[in-house]
RNA sequence: GGUACCAUGGCGGAGUGGUGACGCUCUGGAUUGCAAAUCCAGCUACCCCGGUUCGAUUCCGGGUGGUACCUCCA
């Protein structure tokens, strides 16, 4: 295992850059909070889940894909849903099984690959159950009116995460309102809440449900265990509740640590019509939703969108960037194109692939360009190629061969990011079926060449009249015909 | 008020103490009946002011501008 590649990456909780180290080479485990299933999953939460994924992604293809283990939770206990069960007049699992199936799928679509473990929070109570009794009996939580809250002055390290102290975030007091008054520092958080529309479970401190942040903490250590390696999450989750989680967490399992890496990805903005851009909220009404996009778009496209800025740096989200990734796909997937091509001349490769670019902290746009650059070689192959006077179809087998061997690099190192899964004439016609027209398109076309050629003006003028009729369209339509050299056209979803 | 992040061409976006990747767009050319696609060529950028240095876009300080978190939120 000496060559085992060095991952760095950008740890939140001390804030520099650190080689990555895991406890177990053999076990290597990550958390990343998942959705609360009353609604569809938005574009904001898809960027997580996609930093996320390749992270996963670069991790097994680290330590090997048994040796990680992911778990990636469904929260569906939570005042939100219950709500919107009592709105709809529906059970609360008819709802967090109809969002949690469409979040995944909504995921699978973009290329996110499953999470080796997906806990739900109804089936880990007992846990949280087991953990906040600890807390209590070792004097870190305390019972107050029928709620159960931890208390963060007992837990000198709270603040390290998010940079908060105890004393700024009492500036921000609101003495008297709700909770606060029950608590004795107004900083602790709720553990444990009274039972709210008959949901609740039996615990010995009394009926009731689980306060958000509990969920994750005892979630993360049924699946991966007491000291995770890395836990991912947006910057917005880091306070209160990844800060809570560590709090919990340590204080139950009498641990320094929770997690030795924190992951933060950076927000998505929305671009607005000046040029300006604002984070996406409900409450500005710009939200986007995975689901509708994907009516529109390729998964794969959303999944480039995604990444082509650094997963720390602020993202503006915008129709332009989506067109953008269409292109730039549209581009690589001529390229595998050709790969089948050369490979069916009986090109063969093995050549290692490997992510070097995302091992100094998920440079992915740094490896987005590496397939670029490829791409960019094979260019002056072919350039080579045609000055010599050869078609690209009569290149010699090295030729070939060398062709292929860049086009197999940069289509596995694609595929390792979750891109250019598809076929390539999948990709170009979308489904669609446009054979019988373009043949027609030929036909008509053949015939005012052939007028052409016999001098026959007007007939020339008329068919090529009726070819540029049947390109409008289905241009109309939302096809491109594209004219090949020996008179034969194919045609692509613009 | 407290905390943190950011500032590169028309747009998106890497990177570096010493000719500024890559993608999209755009311009010119080849090709085409005209297009499309493809190929070739090309235009355009490191917020401001100091400091360190032989040399800074890159390091340090200040300024300006933008954003986020401190409340449910990826």
Redesign the pocket.
Known sequence: MNDTPTLTLYNSLT?QKETFTPQDPSRVTMYN????VYSYA????A???VVADVLFRVLRHIYGQEAVVYARNITDVDD?IIQSAKETGKPISEITEKYAKIYNDDLAAIGCLPPTYQPKATEHISHMIEMISKLMEDGFAYASDDHVFFDVSTYDDYGKL????LD??R??DRVGEGEVARKKN??D?VLWKPELDGVGWDAPFGRGRPG?HIECSAMAKATLGEVIDIHC?????????HENEIAQSCCANGHEKFANYWV??????MAKADG????????LGNVTLVHDLLKEWDGEVIRLALL???Y?????W?E??L???K??L??WY?KKADYFRVKSLGAGSNVPTYLD?LL??L?I??L??G???V??YI??L??AN?EGGISNEQMSENEDWNIFVDLDFMIKRANLLGFLQKDPEVWRKGGLDYDVLVEEYDSV?AQ??AA?EAGDKAKMGEM??R??EI?DQVAAEGI?????PDGK?TWRKA
């Not at 909070?33 to 609360?36: H, I, K, N, Y």
């Not at 998010?162 to 102290?165: A, D, I, K, R």
């Not at 720390?312 to 503006?316: C, K």
């Open positions: 804030r909070c998942g959705p609360t938005h574009i904001g939460n960027r997580a889940a939100r998010s940079g908060n102290t700024a975030l500036g921000g107004s900083a958080f958000w999450g947006g910057v917005d989750l880091k306070f209160p509740h933060h990805n950076e927000f998505l903005n300006s851009s604002e984070k996406m909220s409900k409450s082509k800025a650094h720390r740096s602020e993202l503006n915008s332009d960037l067109k953008e990734s292109a730039q549209d581009g001529r670019e100094d902290e440079n746009p740094l987005l360009a397939l670029d650059n791409s960019e260019e002056t072919y350039t045609s076309r005012a060449i052409k090529f009249k070819s540029d390109r491109v015909i594209e004219s090949g056209s």
